[in-house]
C-alpha cells in the first residue's frame, strides 16, 4: 500500500488478501508466507489506527499473537488469516454521533488516513510542508533566475500570432555538476506558467541539424536578419561600438541562439521573426523584472489570517457563537499552542486590518509565523463586544471575510453546522476539542471543508487525536496554510484571481514590446523603415545613415561643389566663402570613399559615369589651375616680410584645396583603370 488508506479501504485490501491466501492453501500451495506476513502487518496497523479505546486495541492485538508463529505450522497459518478476516468483519463502523460536525449538501467532512509512519516522522512530514509545493511553478523565476544572465523573450508560442507569451530562459548546472540544461519558463493569458527544462545537448544537436539543413535563420530574430554594410563615419563606429562588441558578442550569440533552440525543441512551430529579445539587465533596469515576479507570485499569499470563534454548550446559531467573550483555559491553551499574544496598538507586524491605533479591534490578539510567512489570528471572544448589536457585525466582518476558520467547541456534546454561518468566503473550518483519555488531554481534530475545495495535505491522521502539542502545532499550522492556497484555487476564487492576472500579465506585454522597441533604437538599429517617412528617399536596400554621418557628407559635398564652380570660373577662392575645415587625409579618404559608395548595381554604374564624365571635364582645366596656383605661392615666398591676413587665408585654403583636387584626380583614374580592365 503505497498511498495513505481509510480505515474503510485498507479493511476492504485485508480481506481480499484474505481469501486468495485461504484459496491457495486449499488448492495446496503453502507458499504463501510472504503474503501472509504482508497481511498480518496491514492488520496490526489498522488496529492501530482504530478509533477505539488503548484496552480494545491491546485484546486485538494479543488475539493475533496466538497464532505469530504460523511459519513453522502451516495449520496455524491457516488459522491465522481466519483469525484476521473475523476481525476485519467486526471492525466498527465510526458512527456519526461520535464526529464534531455535520455535513451538508456544500461541506463535507475529509476522511480520515491511515499512516504508515511513525509520529516523530509525522512531525517531520508537517514541518517540512511547504507552501511552494502548491504552486511548484510559482518561485522557479525568483528562485533560478534572479541575478543570473538570463534573457526574456516576447512572442507567440501558438498558432493565434496576436496571443503573445512572455518567456523566460536560463542556462544552468544540472545537479550532477557534469552537464548544463536551459530552465525555461512560458507565461500565457490562457494557462498558468508552464516550466520545462532542457538538456543542453539536446539543443545542441537540434541546432547542428539546423546548420547540416542551412536552416539556422529560423534561430534568428527580425533585427538580426538584416545584412550588415560597413560603417560610413567615424561617428557610426562609435555609437556601434558602444552597443555591440565584436569578440564577446560572438559568444553570446552563441550563447542565446542555444537558448532559443532550447525553445525550439519545446515548440517546433514558433517563428523567432516574430519574437522580441530582452537580456538581464535590460529587464531589471526598466522593471520588467518586478512585475514578472509579481505576476508569477500573485497567487502566493505573503501573509496569511485565520479566524477563530468558540461554541459553547447548547449554542446552534452564529449569533450565539459570535457573542462568546472572554477566553477558557483550555481555548488559551490552544491558542498558547499554535502562536503568542501581542498588544494591537503599536503594532508594526502583519495586523490583518485589526485596528492598531485606536483599540477599535481590541487590546490583545495572538500572532504565530510558518518560515517567513506572518500568521494573524482574528480572535473573535478577544475582539469587542457589543450588547445592542445581536450579530456583532463588528467581530463577523472580520471572520466572515477569512477563507479558513478555526472552530473551538467547549461542549462535550455539542456539533459544529457550516451552514449555521452565512459567509461568501469561509471555505475550510478546522474544528479542535479537548477530551481526556487516561487522565490526559487529548486534542481532537476534524476538517470540513467546501465541496469546490479539493483534497490538500497534509492528511489528517486515524484516529484524528492528538496527544502532543508540538505535533499539534506542526499540523494545525501546515494544515491551515494548505487550506487557504487550495481555497484560493477554487473556481470562485480562480475567477478573481485570473481577472487580476490577465491585467498584469498585458502589463507585462506593454513593458517589454516598450523597451525592446527602446533597446533597439539605442544600439543604433534604428527604427523601422516603414515607420519612418524620412528614410524613404533612400530607396530599397539602403541603410540609413546616422545624424553624425549625415552630418559629414553633406558638408563634404557642398565643398566639392563650390571647388567646381570656382575651378570653371578659373578664378581665385574669394574670402567670404568660408574655409573648409581641417581634417586628417584618412578621415577625408573615408569619407570620399563613402560618397562614391551605393548599395545597387545600377547606382554603382550612374555614380562612376558621372564622375568620370566630371573628371575629364576636369583634366584639361585642372592643369591651368595648378599653374595659377603655383605663381601665387611663389609671390607670396618672395615677399616674406609684408604677409596680409587675407593673403595667408588664401595660401591656406588653396593649399588644401589642390591637396583635395590631387586626391580626387587619383581616386577617379583608378576608378577608371579598374572599370577598363
Not at 68 to 87: G, P
Not at 280 to 299: C, F, H, P, V
Not at 307 to 320: A, N, P
Not at 570 to 589: A, G
Amino acid at each position: 500500500m503505497n498511498s495513505l488508506l481509510t480505515i474503510s479501504e485498507c479493511n476492504n485490501w485485508i480481506l481480499e488478501q484474505c481469501q486468495t491466501i485461504l484459496a491457495c492453501i486449499e488448492k495446496g500451495d503453502f507458499d504463501v508466507k510472504v503474503l501472509v506476513q504482508k497481511t498480518l502487518d496491514s492488520m496490526i496497523l489498522l488496529i492501530s489506527s482504530l478509533d477505539i479505546s488503548k484496552r480494545d486495541q491491546t485484546a486485538l492485538l494479543h488475539k493475533l499473537e496466538r497464532y505469530s508463529t504460523f511459519k513453522q505450522n502451516n495449520y496455524t497459518m491457516k488459522l491465522l488469516i481466519l483469525n484476521i478476516k473475523e476481525i476485519c468483519c467486526q471492525v466498527p463502523h465510526k458512527d456519526e454521533k461520535s464526529y464534531l460536525s455535520v455535513t451538508t449538501s456544500q461541506f463535507l467532512r475529509e476522511e480520515e488516513r491511515i499512516a504508515s509512519l511513525s509520529q516523530d516522522c509525522l512531525v517531520k512530514c508537517h514541518t517540512s510542508f511547504c507552501a511552494d509545493q502548491i504552486y511548484e511553478n510559482a518561485c522557479w523565476f525568483r528562485n533560478y533566475f534572479i541575478g543570473k544572465p538570463y534573457i526574456t523573450l516576447i512572442g507567440p508560442v501558438f498558432d493565434d500570432e496576436n496571443d503573445l507569451a512572455v518567456i523566460s530562459i536560463i542556462k544552468e548546472m544540472r545537479t550532477q555538476k557534469t552537464c548544463f540544461q536551459y530552465r525555461i519558463i512560458v507565461r500565457t493569458s490562457q494557462d498558468s506558467n508552464m516550466c520545462f527544462v532542457v538538456k543542453e545537448i539536446d539543443a545542441t544537436e537540434l541546432m547542428l541539424q539546423l546548420v547540416s539543413k542551412g536552416q539556422t535563420h529560423t534561430l534568428d530574430l527580425d533585427n538580426e536578419t538584416k545584412r550588415s554594410r560597413p560603417l560610413r563615419s567615424f561617428s557610426s563606429a562609435l555609437i556601434t561600438s558602444i552597443s555591440t562588441q565584436n569578440c564577446s558578442q560572438q559568444q553570446e550569440t552563441y550563447s542565446t541562439r542555444l537558448m532559443r533552440a532550447s525553445l525550439l525543441f519545446l515548440f517546433q512551430d514558433i517563428d523567432f521573426k516574430l519574437f522580441k529579445e530582452l537580456t538581464a539587465e535590460m529587464t531589471i533596469l526598466s522593471g520588467l523584472e518586478k512585475e514578472i515576479l509579481r505576476y508569477d507570485e500573485l497567487e502566493i499569499p505573503k501573509c496569511y489570517k485565520f479566524g477563530l470563534i468558540t461554541i459553547r454548550e447548547g449554542q446552534t446559531t452564529e449569533e450565539e457563537w459570535f457573542a462568546n467573550s472572554n477566553l477558557s483555559t483550555t481555548l488559551e491553551k490552544l491558542l498558547n499552542i499554535i502562536g503568542h499574544p501581542v498588544k494591537l496598538k503599536n503594532y508594526t507586524g502583519y495586523a490583518a486590518g485589526l485596528d492598531t491605533k485606536t483599540g477599535e479591534s481590541g487590546e490583545v490578539s495572538f500572532v504565530s509565523s510558518w518560515k517567513d510567512y506572518e500568521i494573524m489570528f482574528h480572535v473573535a471572544p478577544l475582539m469587542p463586544s457589543r450588547e445592542n448589536d445581536v450579530q456583532q457585525i463588528h467581530r463577523k466582518r472580520y471572520i466572515g471575510n477569512d477563507i479558513v476558520c478555526i472552530i473551538f467547541i467547549e461542549g462535550k456534546n455539542q456539533k459544529f453546522d457550516p451552514s449555521s454561518i452565512r459567509s461568501q468566503f469561509l471555505h475550510v473550518f478546522i474544528i479542535v476539542r479537548v477530551e481526556t483519555i487516561n487522565r490526559q488531554d487529548v486534542w481532537r481534530v476534524e476538517i470540513v471543508c467546501n465541496r469546490d475545495v479539493k483534497t490538500f495535505p497534509p492528511p489528517i491522521p486515524s484516529p484524528p487525536v492528538f496527544y502532543d502539542e508540538h505535533e499539534l502545532r506542526s499540523f494545525l499550522i501546515s494544515k491551515l496554510i494548505s487550506a487557504e492556497n487550495f481555497s484560493l484555487k477554487s473556481e470562485k476564487f480562480a475567477l478573481l484571481n485570473n481577472k487580476a492576472r490577465l491585467q498584469v500579465f498585458k502589463n507585462l506585454i506593454e513593458i517589454g514590446l516598450r523597451i525592446s522597441q527602446v533597446a533597439r533604437s539605442f544600439a543604433g538599429h534604428g527604427e523601422e523603415r516603414h515607420h519612418n517617412k524620412k528614410y524613404d528617399n533612400y530607396g530599397r536596400g539602403k541603410r540609413p545613415k546616422s545624424v553624425g554621418a549625415q552630418q559629414s557628407s553633406s558638408s563634404l559635398h557642398n565643398s566639392l561643389d563650390t571647388n567646381r564652380n570656382v575651378s570653371m570660373a578659373h578664378q581665385p577662392l574669394m574670402p567670404n566663402i568660408p574655409p573648409v575645415p581641417t581634417v586628417s587625409k584618412s578621415s577625408m579618404l573615408r569619407d570620399l570613399k563613402g560618397l562614391t559608395r551605393k548599395s545597387g548595381k545600377e547606382q554603382n554604374r550612374h555614380s562612376s559615369t558621372s564622375l568620370m564624365n566630371y573628371s575629364k571635364q576636369q583634366q584639361n582645366k585642372f592643369l591651368v589651375q595648378n599653374e595659377a596656383q603655383k605663381k601665387s605661392h611663389l609671390e607670396c615666398e618672395m615677399e616674406p616680410h609684408a604677409p596680409t591676413s587675407t593673403s595667408g587665408s588664401k595660401n591656406s585654403v588653396s593649399n588644401i584645396r589642390y591637396k583635395a583636387h590631387n586626391l580626387m584626380s587619383t581616386m577617379m583614374g583608378r576608378r577608371k583603370s579598374r572599370n577598363d580592365a
